[in-house]
């Protein structure tokens, strides 16, 4: 019981000072939904009104972020959970909670505080979108004595305006009990990333990293469209120059080269322990000593990997059950299928090698671009390994072959195949064609 007031009285602490010191920032102007609020989320669809010019596109994407704190579940049997900063995605509000009131205000502290995901909530928009992403910092509830603004970087993104780029000297930070909603119109195609750029060794070792793509356009042509006549148009290699509706791409190509069946989102990542506890412990954080010994894709270490369902851990204060890691980083495919893996690095601390036995990888783009010269050739190349540093993607397609099989994604530096001190398991999943 006591747990619980505590919770509720932090609570109502600082809905009132979300209600007093939100920062609202966008790049259009918006009607005031509640005289007496002013956390302010930001959305054309939500608002009702038509000052955006598209606020009943389907073009128009709407997230909301609760940056805060929480624990995650690791596959050892040491000890498994850790504690992490992150973000977490807000659902739709119940019914009767009108947007921007102070009951809004009061559902986003309670829904977000100790919700943070790891990874980061994956976000997936179409190229020409426009997305209106807002965040709103939640706080520390295990860190009470912690008042760190955050931030969102797209990492990559080439056309960010230095107010929505989330780097703290040239944009502005989110204290606690504020929120911002960040703008993007997305004009290229990709596999990127987003993180908090404040002390951002930090708080990317804490788990405040993501993954994002945009989609392209030429996902959206009508049947028999003709892909164009561009260079590497060549009936022998099996591609299709006409799309038709359903047809997925990873890029704009032109000769349909880029063609999969299934997609998956791969974050390659790792934690330090004794970095992790002592933030938790209070204690001074040991940057020099920095050593990551839980090794992970999408938040978990195998088998972990290889499990479909969402992981829970328990809440602190009133021992409920919360989402920690919804991701699964297991890859299934059929027969003869063309499986795009988007893979990211945004680790502080190593450069990683992923690799395959027993079938192959053709790297179709790096850093969100497709790999291309300067003349329009494609320049893809087929590998067993992949080699990555801090910042880095790469879209990589591997051609499923006709017989079911279970394969392995695993690191090739085997001293990471560890669950910290328990070998056996760490930044391995499986591809299982069935």
């Not at 624990?71 to 498994?80: E, F, I, P, R, W």
């Amino acid at each position: 019981m006591m747990r619980t007031t505590n919770r509720r009285n932090k609570i109502n602490f600082l809905v009132k000072g979300l209600i007093a010191t939100v920062l609202p920032i966008s790049l259009v102007t918006f009607e005031t939904q509640a005289a007496d609020s002013n956390i302010f989320v930001q959305c054309p669809k939500d608002t009702g009104t038509e000052l955006h010019p598209g606020a009943n596109n389907p073009g128009i994407k709407c997230m909301h972020l609760a940056a805060g704190d929480g624990m995650v579940h690791m596959a050892d049997d040491n000890q498994k959970e850790q504690y992490i900063f992150s973000f977490a995605a807000l659902p739709e509000p119940p019914a009767g909670i009108e947007i921007n009131s102070i009951e809004y205000a009061g559902w986003v502290m309670e829904e977000g505080m100790l919700a943070a995901n790891a990874p980061a909530p994956t976000i997936v928009i179409d190229e020409g979108d426009e997305l209106f992403l807002s965040m709103t910092n939640v706080g520390m509830v295990m860190r009470p004595d912690l008042f760190d603004p955050h931030t969102i970087h797209w990492h990559g993104f080439p056309q960010a305006a230095p107010i929505f780029d989330g780097i703290p000297d040239a944009s502005v930070s989110v204290n606690m009990a504020a929120s911002m909603t960040y703008y993007y119109k997305a004009n290229d195609a990709g596999t990127y990333m987003y993180h908090c750029h404040v002390e951002a060794a930090e708080h990317m070792q804490m788990g405040m990293l993501g993954s994002l793509y945009v989609l392209p356009r030429q996902n959206k042509l009508p049947d028999g469209t003709a892909l164009g006549t561009h260079i590497h148009s060549n009936p022998d290699a099996g591609f299709n120059d006409d799309s038709q509706v359903g047809d997925k791409y990873a890029f704009n190509d032109g000769d349909g080269s880029t063609l999969y069946d299934v997609d998956y989102p791969m974050q390659i990542g790792s934690f330090d322990p004794d970095f992790h506890d002592a933030s938790l412990n209070v204690q001074p954080l040991p940057f020099a000593g920095m050593r990551d010994t839980y090794f992970l894709l999408n938040g978990r270490g195998y088998p972990d990997t290889v499990d479909t369902d969402t992981l829970y851990t328990a809440d602190p204060l009133s021992g409920a059950l919360r989402p920690s890691q919804p991701v699964s980083s297991l890859i299934t495919a059929a027969p003869g299928d063309r499986i795009l893996l988007r893979i990211s690095n945004l680790n502080v601390t190593n450069i990683y090698t992923l690799g395959l036995s027993g079938l192959t990888m053709e790297v179709i783009g790096l850093d969100a671009r497709i790999l291309r010269d300067g003349t329009g050739s494609n320049m893809y190349y087929k590998t067993n390994s992949l080699t990555l540093g801090g910042g880095q993607s790469a879209d990589v397609i591997i051609q499923a072959p006709a017989t079911p099989g279970t394969y392995f994604l695993y690191t090739k530096n085997l001293d990471q195949l560890a669950n910290n001190t328990e070998n056996f398991g760490g930044m391995m999943t499986e591809i299982r064609i069935q």
